[in-house]
Structures are given as C-alpha cells and as structure tokens.
C-alpha cells in the first residue's frame, strides 16, 4: 500500500514525540463548550454537567483488526472511530470526545500518519467529536489503534443490554451483512492482484459492501430518532461481531431467551446477489459476519406502533422466557439453536 | 522470564475473547457509587457530579517501554496504572476509574495475562481505582497495554500547566533519578546472565533504585496534602520523561523562563553512589532520567511558608521572565541552556 521508501517521505524520527503529537493533531478544532482542556496538558478536562459520562475503549491492531493491503489509511483513521462511537450510541448516549493512542513501527513514514489521521479528524468533524488527548509511540512491527470514546447522556435515557423482558419485540436498524462480505471481495481482489498486478479490479457493483468495510457510518441518527419518537429501548446494544453473537449478549444480560425469524433479517439485494456469487449462505453472513455497526434493540411490545413503517427499523424476533432458549427460527420452520460465530480477535469461536 | 511451552499453561485461544475478559477481570470490584456501570456493556457509566472529569491515556509497548526480561509482569501491571495515575495527580485530580486494553501475541499463556492483571487488581485496590472497561485482542508480535484514566476534581481545584508566572517557586516532590539507575543495574544484570545463567545476582545494595524502576507508586499523597495546606500550585506536570523535559513543558505552556539549581536536585544516596559506580554524572540522570513518576509545580512566593520545611517538598529553582530563558545554574554557578534529553519512544532527543 505504501513504503517507506518513496522521496518526500518524512522518517517519524526526524520528528520526535512531542513533534508528532503536536503537528498531527494541528488542524483539530474543540468544537463542545464543556471541553474545558483538550490536548496539551497531563489529561483533558471535561465537563459532563447534569449528564452521567459514557466511556469505551476499543484497540484495533494490523494484521488481526485490519490489513493496509485493501484499507486505505484514511479509511482506517474514520473506521477506528465508528468503531468506537457505535458502541456509545448504543447505549443511547451521544459521543463528544475521544482519545486516539497509536503504536507505529518505523516503516511508516510520517506521510501515512497523516493519512490516517486525516481520516480521524473528518470523523470528529462529521460527528462532531473533540480530539482531546492520546499517545503516539513506536512498535517493534505493524501499527495499532487504541480509542477511548467519552459520551454524555441523562441518566433516564441510557439503555443498557439487560433490560429486556420475555415477549420485547427485537428490533435492528439498517441491513446485514454487507461490510462481510465487503472484506470477501477485498480479499479476493488482493489473492488476484498478487498473481498478476496489471489487474484492474472492477469494484463497481461491490460499492455498496465495500463502503460498509472500509468506511461504515456508527448510527448517530438512531438516538435522536428515538428521543423523537419517545420510544426508550428497553435494552440495546451495537452489531460489531454479528447478529448472533449480538442477541446472546442481549439474551444472557436480560436474562431472556429469542426467537429470531430467518425470514425477517433485513439484508440489501446487493449482498444476496454476493452471497450466490461467492455460494455462501446470506443468512450465515448476517448471524455471524460481523462489523455492521447498526443497532439491535428491544422494545416493548406496546410501543410497535412507534417505528412501525419506518425504514430504519426491522423487527427480526422477539424474546421469550430464559428457558426457553436462544434461536433461529427458519424459513422452513425449524428452530436452530443459536450459537455465536462471531468474528473472534482471539481466534477462537465463541460459545 | 517465561515460555508457552510448560506443563498447566493455558492457551488463550482456549477462552475466547470474551471468556478471557471474563476471567481476567472476575475479581476486580467496583469501589465508587459513581461507577454506575462498569465491565458488561457497550460502555460504561460514570457520574461526575459537580466534578470535572480528567481523562488520560498512555500506551505501553514491549520492547519500546519495557523488557520482560526483567520485568515480571505483575509489576508491568502495576507500573501501567500508575504512570496513567500519576497524570491524573499532575491536574491536582483524584482518579477514580481506568479502562484497560492489552493486545498480546499468542506466546503469552492465560498464566502470563493473569499475572499482569493481578498487578493491575493489586493497583486498583491500593489507589481505590475501579476498572470499567477495556479491549483484550491478539496481536503479531509482543506484548501493548493501553490504560485510560478517569478522576474527578472541581474545578477550581485543577491545575495545569500554563499558570507558572514569573518569580513562582520550582518545587519537586520526592527525589529523582533513582527509577532510569535501577533500569541500569537491571540490565546489567541481564547481560551478566545471558553470559553466565547460573549468576547469582545480588540486588541487596540496588533494592530502592529497583523498587522505584519495577514498582513505582505515583504520588496519591500530593493533591490531599496540598488542599490540607491550603496551597494551590500555579501549575503542574508529572516527571515521566526526566526533569529537565518537564521543566521546559512548563516553561513553553506558561510562557515563562526558568533556573533549576543543580545544587537543589534531591537525589537519593543511593543514586549518587550507583552514578560513581557507573561513572555516570548523577545530575545527568535526574534532568533526563526519566520515569520518576513525582510532581513538579511550581507555587507563587508568598506560599513558601507552606511549604517550608515539609519533607515531601524541595524547592530546585524559581520561574524567570520568558525572555530570559530556561537555564540550569551548576554548583560552579554557571548557567546552561535547559534541554530536553527526555527518553523518547519515538526515539529522538526532544529540542
């Protein structure tokens, strides 16, 4: 994607640490009143006021997270942050600031993090998020992305994944499936590139899954969407490992069980056509692909009328007593066990 | 210091990376009433109340920031909260919650992670820390930690860097020097035993310039102590990077100039020894030695009285006109230009 190697190219060392910091986050603006102290001291001082502080944290690493063959470092820096803002969103909360660490090794020259981080500072631009702090540091191999996203949010309006009751219908945003299958024709792409790099790779009819890989969009519309529609979920939480692995979080945290209707999963027409390009099944890629950053929520039954038509919203299943179980209910009618096949960091399936 | 290859040792793939969160962080209670929510959500819920918040982060990297070799990991635990603490003290700030996130390669058996996480447990107790999040991933090579702090303070109490005027007292706590002359003998050692592995190393003479390289403790006592004096530093940073870089964070933040007096730095016996030893200027070492983890602050005049005589408190120099300066007066009374030598990750000396 890029090498240390090119002319105009600026060894990180010439800078320094401080040197680093400062001339990266130069062009970062504090857009929030209540933050009092961003950049430039021992810690960044906020002002949460009346509201309670939503905190997360997520660390993406080269080679396991991401791979700079077909990400873009742009793309990286904006991806790096909806990472982090989708998890505050799904707590029904709005992110103001964030703190952005990275590990780099002495291959990337100081262009590339400019790149990358021109991409995080569109990301607080768009979303409008004050860069308030961070460490930039060296790595004996690769690059590395820690993120803390602060958020703020009344306390009556915060929605955690336990309150979901038996019978909640189980509702998610968007559709499903497509920053998967995004990765399969990114991949592929990359196998053929290698074998002959004269290719020219025609992503046109992937635009749709590729976007949803490498620049997807954290719901920032769904919070005030529901405030707006004076519907509060009675649990929720973002898809960043799959469908499944989502709703047993929800399930084991709510101590309920679900049906989910094969059928009813939202998926755009431009992953079932992949799906049978690629001959894998779209319902697998829904439950365990991973990566989609839309919510997945419960309501009570009483509140259908609230989002019922509206585009943004699916309603996919609904919960059941704990005994009863987690599963997929499929379009032939059998009930499958639910089972966690999320992307795992750690490499191993989830149970 | 350790292999994945003995009897009893357990592969991380064998948990998952939820199991392993799980797990890891099963014993860590949660001490503050406002904690609202920690480990188990998207995020969690903190409430500030009338305080401000203060977030800090700091990354810590194998083989930039320290070498398993010889430092066992439940120190390297303990050690990542403290230097993410001591920031938080540097705002005259009490810490309340840290999220931590590690990336690890798959050498490290589930033993080695638990080890480091019983340093952090054993921090969070000390420090009354509760820890509320983080991210646990795979990564290609060695070993990342990286912790954000949050504290509290109000506001009136918080001190930056940016307030040092001109004729304010310089004013260090502790003593310097002791943590970079124990990463010293450290490797000394460690290259005695790579020659001779059944070397018996005897660290007696060493054990507090040691102690403060393998376990340094940041100083919680100071912002209490302060407020009981009734004394409110003008400005303040933590030594991380050695003195001298510290002096002139200071300087630049609050447009002023300074005079350290050499003939003031405390230093322990036990660094003025080991620097004969080593035949190494000890003056050297406190201006850039580094990873002393005390505070430097500076104070108007008219507070001296507060401080005068406390054991905890030496004063090394005044501020000065910014047009004057930032000079180190030698015993010989000779002034030279502050620089800062401070170690730096990125690995050039800081101008």
């Known amino acids: 994607m890029f090498e240390n190697s090119g002319e105009n190219?600026?060894?990180?060392s010439e800078l320094g640490e401080f040197g680093?910091?400062?001339?990266?986050?130069?062009?970062?603006?504090?857009?929030?009143?209540?933050?009092?102290?961003?950049?430039?001291d021992d810690a960044?001082?906020?002002?949460?006021?009346?509201?309670?502080?939503?905190?997360?944290?997520?660390?993406?690493?080269?080679?396991?997270?991401?791979?700079?063959?077909?990400?873009?470092?742009?793309?990286?820096?904006?991806?790096?942050?909806?990472?982090?803002?989708s998890d505050v969103y799904a707590m029904n909360a709005k992110p103001k600031q964030i703190t952005v660490s990275i590990a780099v090794s002495s291959r990337f020259p100081l262009e590339a993090l400019e790149e990358l981080y021109s991409g995080i500072e569109l990301a607080a631009k768009l979303y409008k998020i004050d860069v308030v702090g961070g460490d930039t540091t060296s790595s004996t191999s690769g690059l590395l992305?820690?993120?803390?996203?602060?958020?703020?949010?009344?306390?009556?309006?915060?929605?955690?994944?336990?309150?979901?009751?038996?019978?909640?219908?189980?509702?998610v945003t968007g559709d499903l499936g497509a920053a998967y299958m995004g990765l399969q024709v990114l991949?592929?792409?990359?196998?053929?590139?290698?074998?002959?790099?004269?290719s020219q790779p025609d992503l046109e009819p992937y635009s749709y899954l590729v976007e949803r890989q490498l620049k997807p969009e954290a719901r920032q519309d769904i919070p005030p969407l529901l405030k707006a529609l004076e519907l509060k979920p009675t649990s929720m939480i973002d898809i960043s490992d799959g469908l499944?692995?989502?709703?047993?979080?929800?399930?084991?945290?709510?101590?309920?069980?679900?049906?989910?209707?094969?059928?009813?999963?939202?998926?755009?027409?431009?992953?079932?056509?992949?799906?049978?390009e690629f001959e894998i099944d779209s319902t697998t890629i829904a439950l365990s692909g991973g990566e989609d950053y839309e919510l997945l929520f419960?309501?009570?039954?009483?509140?259908?009328?609230?989002?019922?038509?509206?585009?943004?919203f699916t309603v996919i299943g609904h919960m059941t007593?704990?005994?009863?179980?987690?599963?997929?209910?499929?379009?032939a009618n059998q009930k499958i066990p639910l089972i966690a096949r999320g992307w795992n960091a750690l490499g191993k399936e989830e149970e």
Chains 1, 2 share one sequence.
Do not use: W
Request: a negative charge.
């Open 9 to 12: 190219k600026t060894s990180l």
């Open 20 to 40: 680093l910091i400062d001339h990266l986050t130069q062009h970062f603006k504090i857009i929030h009143s209540t933050t009092i102290k961003g950049i430039g």
């Open 44 to 85: 960044a001082v906020i002002d949460f006021k009346e509201e309670k502080a939503v905190v997360t944290t997520d660390l993406l690493v080269e080679g396991v997270h991401f791979d700079l063959a077909y990400m873009p470092l742009k793309h990286l820096g904006y991806k790096s942050v909806m990472v982090n803002l």
């Open 145 to 171: 992305i820690s993120i803390t996203a602060l958020g703020g949010a009344n306390e009556q309006d915060i929605v955690y994944r336990s309150g979901a009751k038996p019978n909640d219908l189980l509702v």
């Open 187 to 198: 991949e592929r792409e990359n196998e053929v590139f290698k074998v002959n790099p004269r």
């Open 244 to 276: 499944s692995s989502e709703i047993i979080h929800l399930c084991k945290s709510s101590k309920v069980g679900a049906n989910l209707f094969e059928e009813k999963i939202p998926l755009d027409p431009a992953v079932i056509s992949v799906c049978e």
């Open 298 to 312: 419960t309501i009570d039954q009483g509140d259908y009328e609230k989002i019922k038509g509206n585009p943004n």
């Open 321 to 331: 007593e704990e005994n009863e179980g987690m599963h997929l209910v499929t379009r």
